[in-house]
C-alpha cells in the first residue's frame, strides 16, 4: 500500500478491523522515516490515540520525545499547535482571552493555542500548578470554559505532553488528577549501539519531521475512534481488568490504586490495540501489554521517596503474575 492510500478513499466509507490494522502499519512504517527503532512506542501512542487518549512522554532530554510526537501529529492531517510551558506560562495563554475591538465596539474571542486537534505540552511539568489545572477541563470533557461561557473543543482532541523526570529544579511535579487524566505514560528509553549510528546516518543526510506529510485524514481518524469501539470484550476479561485495578488499591506500599477511570482507560486502550492488530475481539495478552504504561503512572506511594524510583512498574508486573488469567478458548468467544 502507497502512502496515499487512505487520502484517496471517498468519504464515508466506514472502516474496517482489517483496515485498522494496515493503518497502524502505515503510520509505524510513516513515523519509522523520521524515529528509529521505536516501534513499539509508536503504536503505543497509535493505540491512545485511536482510544481518544492523552500520552505523557517521560524520559531524560535528547532522546526524541518531541520529534516522536510531531511526527504522529504531522502524520495526521489535523490542526497542530506546540506549546513549550515555562514558570510565567499563564492559563489564558492557553485557552484564549476576551479583547476589545475597537472597530467593531465590541469583545472578541481570541483562541488559545489548545484550540487545535493535536496539541504538543512540552515540559508541561514547568508550568506552575495554575497553569496545569487550565488542562483538567479540556482533557477530560473536551470542552474549556472562558469568563462564565463554554466553547467545545474540536474532535480530535488529543493532548502529547513531555517532562523530564531527573531536573527537578524549576519544575512543578503533576498532581494525581492530573496524570489521572493521561491515558498512558510511555518512556522512550535510550536507543541502541546499531540504532545510534542510524540516527547519525540520517542526521547527516538531513531527514527531519518537516519532510512527513499526512496520509490520514481527520475524517478517517474519526472513523477509526469509533470503529475500534465495535470490538468485543468479554465478562471475564472484564472482570481481570477489575481484579488488576482493585490489587492496586489493596498493595501495602500504596496509599492510592487504579481509580475506576484507570480501568476504563485500560478497557479502551486493550479494544484499539486489538482492532489496530486485525482483530475484533481481546485476548489477556492485550490487557498484560498495556497494563504498564496505562496503570503505573496512577500509583501513589505511601513513601514518596519510592516515587520517584520507578517501582511502579514492577508492581504492577508483580500483580500481572499474581493475577489469574482467563483461558484463551473462553476470552475468544470461538475465534
Not at 493505540?47 to 517521560?58: K, N, R
Not at 496539541?119 to 489545572?133: G, M
Not at 486485525?278 to 516515587?307: C, M, S, T, W
Amino acid at each position: 500500500m502507497n502512502a496515499n492510500t487512505y487520502a484517496s478513499r471517498k468519504e464515508g466509507i466506514t472502516l474496517n478491523i482489517q483496515d485498522m490494522e494496515r493503518m497502524n502499519g502505515q503510520l509505524i512504517e510513516h513515523a519509522g522515516k523520521v524515529i528509529v527503532g521505536k516501534e513499539r512506542t509508536i503504536e503505543l501512542i497509535v493505540t491512545a490515540i485511536i482510544a481518544s487518549g492523552h500520552v505523557l512522554l517521560e524520559d531524560v532530554p535528547g532522546t526524541g520525545k518531541t520529534m516522536l510526537a510531531k511526527s504522529m501529529a504531522s502524520s495526521l492531517d489535523c490542526t497542530f499547535q506546540r506549546i513549550q510551558f515555562t514558570p510565567d506560562l499563564l492559563p489564558s495563554d492557553l485557552t484564549g482571552i476576551h479583547f476589545y475591538n475597537q472597530k467593531s465596539g465590541d469583545f472578541e474571542f481570541r483562541p488559545g493555542p489548545l484550540f487545535a486537534n493535536f496539541v504538543l505540552a512540552d515540559e508541561i511539568n514547568r508550568a506552575t500548578p495554575r497553569t496545569q489545572s487550565s488542562l483538567l477541563e479540556c482533557m477530560e470533557e473536551r470542552q474549556i470554559s472562558i469568563d462564565g461561557s463554554t466553547r467545545q473543543l474540536e474532535r480530535p482532541f488529543i493532548v502529547i505532553a513531555t517532562q523530564n523526570p531527573i531536573d527537578n529544579q524549576g519544575t512543578f511535579p503533576l498532581p494525581e488528577a492530573q496524570m489521572d487524566r493521561f491515558m498512558m505514560k510511555i518512556r522512550m528509553g535510550y536507543p541502541t549501539g546499531e540504532e545510534s549510528v542510524e540516527i547519525l546516518r540520517r542526521t547527516v543526510n538531513g531527514r527531519s519531521v518537516e519532510d512527513l506529510s499526512s496520509i490520514i485524514s481527520r475524517e478517517q481518524l474519526l472513523e477509526a475512534q469509533e470503529t475500534y469501539k465495535t470490538v468485543t470484550v468479554n465478562e471475564d476479561l472484564m472482570n481481570y481488568i477489575v481484579q488488576l485495578t482493585e490489587a492496586t488499591r489493596k498493595h501495602p506500599e500504596l496509599s492510592l490504586g487504579v481509580s475506576p477511570r484507570g480501568a476504563q482507560a485500560l478497557l479502551k486502550a486493550s479494544q484499539a490495540w486489538a482492532a489496530l492488530h486485525g482483530r475484533d475481539y481481546i485476548v489477556p495478552d492485550d490487557i498484560k501489554i498495556l497494563a504498564e504504561p496505562v496503570l503505573a503512572h496512577r500509583l501513589v506511594f505511601r513513601n514518596r521517596i519510592r516515587q520517584q524510583e520507578g517501582l511502579a512498574e514492577q508492581i504492577i508486573q508483580q500483580i500481572l503474575s499474581q493475577t489469574e488469567v482467563p483461558t484463551e478458548t473462553i476470552t475468544t468467544g470461538g475465534h
